[in-house]
């Protein structure tokens, strides 16, 4: 094993080292000797020494195949088992070697295999060797009831003493069973691995949530749909195109060597585009975290491109690896945002096009970056400006406002077609072109937004209850087709956020529970109001009524 260090050891000044002493043993076939190392290693010494290399015959030992992991995991089982003191479950190899294939793509077979059997077993018995809570519970109230016993004794007071050493002994008992129980917990099975306990380890090792990846997955799959509207107001056609690629790659009939989907977001802004690639990424993976944002417009030079994989070798970061690279290494089940594509300089999309072909990228360090459990996801604003017919030349039989949708697609797809290379487009599984929010959708909107600012009022103990003249008046004028939903961000913060947050800090909402948000003589009033009875954090019927 590690036959490379042989290369250089005891080697000094005019002194020869180990594998010079070995070559005549070596081809009189005095010594038999096997050694082992990789193929980086064997590469950066063995090949350096020709003659040292010629003396062994190179045999490549290349990855076991399903049948012979399962072979090499049944024989360790009974070794684990009896070193961990655990029982294993019959369907725990099965789903070590699917689970380990699946989530953790940096390592090989039978390797990663084996350090998920191993950890599963040792956090198994970890957790059987810690005592339970109940028996330091016991132990404690036992330690009171005796020092209470001896201050009756010494005050005389025996039949009550005599109370309290009985409850002692009930105590001993219940403690005794405890006790046994715990330590006879094999017995039950509580020392047995089960696919929980897989599913926990590779939790820890991958960063993966895997506890909800299981058989309701499917299930979760098919309402896509509708989870992800419980977040994305409106874009049907979008979540409908996004939910049937993700299906399609779950379900195994995409190509494995492909990320999981690959889609360009167009549309103006404040539509919900980098809305629906965070709702994505905690559908998907558990947690908005497993969103990596990248924003295009620091790669628009071209001696910017290459910081995506990492500096060439001389240049100032290049053990640093890439910003792309690096965030996909460390989290390879996330979604990949690329924020405003047409800003970037084109030497970036040659880098992409291998990412969409092949699902992999080697950064600069020659790492081979996995991409094929990500969704990469290409944000832009191609066609924004042409979506009212204010902007059209010349005539029109349409009413100022909004353009029919087939014709924001139609401009907003021509435009990206000049913008983006067409090898790169043909990479794409789908182009999503983002619709202008209606003003029913900007309500709706509106309800989330004062369901979030009633959430952080909770936690201040007051209630939030905004009048229908006061909603009536952010839709009306919240309501941009060209800017979205961000205006009506910035009418709460200026009308309801800022009074409120002056009357908090000034000491007005000491003894209240409500706050009133009403719309009189062209401005916005904000009140306290004292309940009598306070109400369940959950008032979101309060904002839907005024929202009617």
């Not at 970890?126 to 005050?155: F, G, M, T, W, Y």
């Not at 629906?276 to 497993?290: I, M, N, P, W």
């Not at 060439?312 to 053990?319: I, L, N, Q, T």
């Amino acid at each position: 094993v590690e036959l490379h260090t042989l290369i250089g050891t005891g080697g000094a000044e005019g002194a020869m080292d180990a594998s010079n002493l070995l070559k005549p043993a070596l081809s009189r076939g005095e010594i038999q000797c096997i050694g082992a190392t990789t193929s980086k290693e064997f590469r950066q010494y063995f090949e350096k020494d020709a003659a040292l290399a010629r003396r062994f015959q190179q045999v490549r030992v290349e990855e076991p195949s399903d049948a012979d992991v399962r072979l090499i995991l049944e024989g360790l089982k009974k070794k684990y088992e009896e070193f961990h003191g655990v029982i294993y479950g019959d369907d725990v190899i099965e789903l070590i070697m699917r689970y380990s294939r699946r989530f953790i793509t940096d390592r090989y077979f039978p390797d990663k295999a084996i350090d998920v059997l191993d950890e599963a077993g040792s956090m198994k018995k970890i957790a059987a060797d810690i005592r339970p809570p109940e028996l330091a519970d016991i132990e404690s109230n036992i330690e009171q009831l005796n020092k209470e016993k001896q201050q009756l004794v010494n005050s005389q007071n025996y039949e009550r003493a005599a109370e309290v050493r009985d409850q002692v002994r009930e105590l001993r008992q219940k403690l005794d069973i405890v006790r046994n129980y715990w330590q006879t917990a094999d017995v039950n099975g509580s020392n047995v691995v089960t696919p929980n306990d897989i599913k926990k380890v590779l939790a820890i090792m991958t960063g993966i949530p895997l506890e909800n990846i299981d058989t309701s997955e499917s299930a979760k799959l098919i309402n896509m749909e509708a989870e992800l509207h419980k977040t994305v107001v409106g874009q049907n056609e979008a979540v409908s195109l996004i939910s049937s690629a993700i299906r399609r790659s779950r379900s195994g009939i995409s190509s494995v060597r492909r990320p999981l989907g690959s889609f360009i977001f167009l549309g103006p802004t404040g539509v919900g585009k980098t809305l629906l690639a965070k709702t994505l990424a905690k559908f998907l993976f558990g947690t908005e975290d497993s969103l990596i944002r990248i924003d295009m417009s620091d790669y628009m030079e071209k001696h910017n491109a290459s910081r995506l994989v990492g500096a060439p070798p001389g240049y100032v970061g290049y053990e640093e690896g890439g910003v792309l690279t690096e965030k996909v290494r460390k989290n390879p089940y996330s979604v990949v945002l690329l924020d405003e594509i047409e800003k970037a300089h084109p030497d970036v999309f040659n880098l992409l096009l291998q990412v969409l072909e092949e699902g992999e990228l080697k950064d600069s360090l020659g790492h081979s970056v996995n991409f094929r459990n990500t969704v990469i996801i290409m944000t832009s604003n191609a066609g924004a400006r042409e979506i009212t017919t204010e902007s059209r030349v010349g005539f029109s039989n349409l009413e100022a406002g909004l353009l029919e949708y087939e014709d924001i697609k139609a401009n907003a797809l021509s435009e990206l077609k000049k913008l983006l290379r067409p090898e790169l487009l043909n990479r794409i599984d789908d182009t999503v072109v983002f619709t202008a929010l209606s003003k029913e959708e900007v309500g709706a909107i509106l309800h989330m937004q004062l369901k979030e600012l009633e959430a952080r009022l909770a936690e201040q103990n007051l209630s939030l209850a905004v009048r229908p003249a006061a909603c009536g008046y952010l839709v009306d004028n919240g309501y941009d087709p060209q800017y979205g939903a961000r205006p009506m961000r910035r009418l709460i913060q200026r009308n309801i956020e800022d009074p409120l947050s002056i009357k908090l800090l000034s000491g007005e909402a000491e003894g209240k529970s409500a706050v009133i948000v009403d719309y009189k003589d062209g401005e916005f009033v904000v009140s306290f109001k004292k309940s009598p009875k306070r109400k369940s954090p959950d008032r979101t019927h309060e904002i839907e009524s005024v929202l009617v």
